[in-house]
């Protein structure tokens, strides 16, 4: 069995790993590396740079006109003219390489008014250049998830420097940071990016993995390029596999060319029994798209998507079925989701032949580069959140043309918070929050698939939102106390609906809760079972249970603007509890 895993070094206080392997590791890697070192011929970096910009375009992959890559052997990864000192050229490319620590503290999803014990980790980063001449780090999102204090060290350097976190991107794993010492960047040249390389193009993998203290370099070719899955931001963009090795502490690093050029980020690896050297890198595509995305808006808005569901039409019953002709191609719209702008256009049985004038054939792939195809959902993932795209749909036998607006997705179970603190609110002993997959795999551990409870699983994964705000409220658990006595053992179940009302999501609970003026409290829940408290002793409960399980206050922060402003935080409670800090 193989799995996707982050290439982050951890250090957590509660768990040892040896940070180098045994020596008889360590001589085979030295030995391996050696013997590659001496079967490598020189070959110029002009040389290089022209043999490389023979088989490369622009980068996007759409539409190009370019010759097959040749097999490429025994070729250096990073070229350099014959008569360059060899250290001070490497300095050129490895300078601008650091090394991340970071200090992660994350939320307690179980118990949500807390954080769990901190732990460290480093990773790797590298300076670059935006459009604006400004100098900035890139690292990896994972690396910083969390986060509470970032460091940043450069080659060499026996100083740490304080790093601030600008942006965030969890689908595409992608960290900016700055430093605001401006000694950090004195003698330093940032890297510049490259364009998406081909199959077989020799690749380098700089950074600071486990195994040792000092810069480390492997190298490979490119596997392939597809659209991948990305494992932190649960999500598929384009991605670039390689064979190089990528270890924990590579996420982060720079993976560049043979002239130089940063052509991708590490980012995680395939590991298993029946997987061998299988590592992914973030293309330059999606770096850009990121930074654009940051410039833009100033923060990171995401990767937009149509929100439907879609079919492929590789039967040719199928197509006659909706009247195709023999040379028409497409994909069946099976499902729209009805809070998207889609919705407005799109409909189900719809034929999707074109997107913005590239022909989508019928097994749902799109022209990629000479001789290639790539998955049709590329073609949304190059877009920015809001913009609109130009759909040619076979509808009722005729051929129509629809304008749509693409948006980041709205998942009615999110698949991470984006670093945000988990919501809460407490009512006498009953905790209630929403459902992620964060909370599922806290609640029931890596098996949350099999062990967590069947209707919060085909929420997670085939519910959708009818309303755009819409949640799934469960309630955790319920401390025990006189106004719960009897409910002890009910935890993780939805609620459905407060005193008939249904629940559209946590903050319209709270709302609801705090303006109550009934004698009885009544949630309906899942499975059709009722909890039922007396409003009376609530009132009196919700403080008690505060003090006694040392919780702040009785929302959250993000809901505290949910509460009516003569309503103190510890509501429905008769004295204010301390605010969160």
């Known amino acids: 069995m193989s799995l996707l895993r982050h290439g982050l070094l ?10 180098f392997p045994a020596p008889g590791a360590l001589s085979a890697l030295d030995c391996k590396i050696c013997s590659q070192a001496r079967t490598t011929k020189s070959k110029s970096k002009k040389q290089a740079a022209e043999s490389h910009r023979s088989h490369v375009g622009n980068g996007s992959g759409l539409g190009q006109s370019a010759r097959e890559a040749p097999v490429q052997q025994n070729v250096p990864v990073i070229g350099k003219p014959a008569d360059a000192d060899p250290e001070q050229h490497e300095g050129r490319f490895f300078d601008a390489v650091v090394k991340v620590y970071c200090i992660h503290t994350e939320p307690n999803y179980s118990l949500p008014w807390q954080r769990k014990r901190q732990y460290s980790s480093t990773s790797s980063g590298f300076m670059v250049k935006n459009v604006e001449g400004q100098q900035c780090l890139l690292t990896n999102a994972h690396s910083v998830e969390y986060h509470t204090q970032v460091k940043v060290k450069r080659r060499g350097d026996d100083q740490k420097f304080i790093a601030e976190v600008l942006a965030i991107g969890i689908e595409c794993d992608i960290a900016l940071l700055t430093v605001k010492d401006e000694t950090f960047w004195e003698g330093v040249q940032p890297l510049a990016f490259g364009p998406l390389p081909r199959l077989q193009d020799a690749v380098a993998v700089v950074g600071y993995p486990i195994g040792g203290d000092t810069i480390s370099v492997t190298s490979g070719v490119v596997s392939r390029i597809e659209v991948t899955s990305y494992v932190h931001g649960s999500t598929e963009l384009l991605g670039v596999q390689i064979d190089a090795a990528i270890n924990s502490g590579n996420s982060g690093g720079p993976v560049f060319n043979e002239v130089g050029e940063c052509v991708g980020i590490a980012f995680q690896s395939l590991a298993g029994s029946d997987a061998e050297n299988i590592g992914y890198v973030i293309p330059t595509p999606v770096i850009q798209h990121f930074l654009t995305d940051f410039r833009r808006n100033g923060r990171f808005t995401g990767f937009p998507v149509m929100g439907m569901r ?79 795209a130009v759909l040619d749909v076979w509808r009722e036998e005729k051929e129509v043309q629809l304008t749509v607006q693409l948006m980041r997705p709205r998942l009615l179970v999110p698949l991470h918070l984006a670093n945000a603190d988990p919501s809460f609110f407490v009512v006498a ?98 499975y059709r079972e009722v909890i039922t408290l007396r409003m009376d002793m609530v009132k009196d409960a919700t403080a008690s249970i505060l003090e006694m399980h040392s919780i702040p206050a009785a929302v959250s922060k993000d809901l505290m603007a949910a509460l009516p402003e003569e309503q103190p935080a510890d509501i429905p409670a008769t004295e204010a509890a301390p605010a969160t800090v």
């Open 10 to 19: 951890l250090r957590k206080p509660f768990r040892i790993a040896a940070r």
């Open 310 to 388: 879609w079919q492929r039409m590789e039967s040719h019953a199928l197509r006659s079925a909706y009247g195709m002709k023999k040379q028409q191609k497409g994909i069946l719209v099976r499902h729209v989701q009805p809070t998207y702008e889609t919705a407005k256009h799109l409909r189900p049985d719809d034929i999707i032949m074109r997107f913005d004038g590239i022909q989508v054939a019928s097994d749902g792939t799109v022209p990629f580069r000479e001789k290639e195809r790539i998955a049709f959902n590329y073609l949304t993932s190059q877009k920015y959140s809001g913009e609109r």
């Open 429 to 526: 002993g009953i905790i209630f929050t929403v459902c992620s997959e964060p909370y599922l795999l806290s609640e029931y551990g890596a098996d949350y698939m099999s062990e967590a409870p069947v209707k919060l699983l085909e929420r997670l994964m085939h519910g959708e939102r009818v309303e755009p705000d819409e949640q799934v409220v469960i309630l955790s658990q319920v401390l025990a106390c006189e106004a719960t006595l009897g409910y002890e053992d009910y935890c993780n179940v939805q609620v459905l609906k407060f005193n008939g009302t249904p629940v559209r999501n946590l903050r319209h609970l709270t709302e609801l809760v705090s303006k109550c003026e009934e004698k009885y409290m009544r949630f309906d829940l899942a």
